[in-house]
Nanobody
């Protein structure tokens, strides 16, 4: 019903930047909240940042001041600008969207690797 397609991951050196994008398509009613999660090897998936339809953002303590989440409501696309990347930011990053009718949907995941 709803598809989320991510792009923008890759390999970057410590201190570098990357920008992730996630575009929602399909049978969308209204995307309330969109968020980014990440999962490192051997660890549980954790919330990185989320943003409401009213553009209110919430961040994990570990990324505050370095990451910025934003959203283009017209295109139901969410972005994650990641600056000052650290090796501990290495993970698979997942986009999640919450549709008002159909519930939660996940993207396929995008690998981010930060070398020291």
């Amino acid at each position: 019903q709803v598809q989320l397609v991510e792009s923008g991951g890759g390999l970057v050196q410590s201190g570098g930047s990357l920008r992730l994008s996630c575009a929602a398509s399909g049978r969308i009613t209204y995307m309330r909240t969109m968020a980014w999660y990440r999962q490192a090897p051997g660890k549980e998936r954790e919330l990185v940042a989320e943003i409401t339809s009213g553009a209110m953002a919430n961040y994990a303590e570990s990324v505050k001041g370095r990451f910025t989440i934003s959203r283009d409501n017209a295109k139901t696309t969410v972005y994650l600008q990641m600056n000052s990347l650290k090796p501990e930011d290495t993970a698979v990053y997942y986009c999640k969207g919450r549709d008002s009718t159909y519930g939660d949907f996940w993207g396929q995941g995008s690998q981010v690797t930060v070398s020291s």
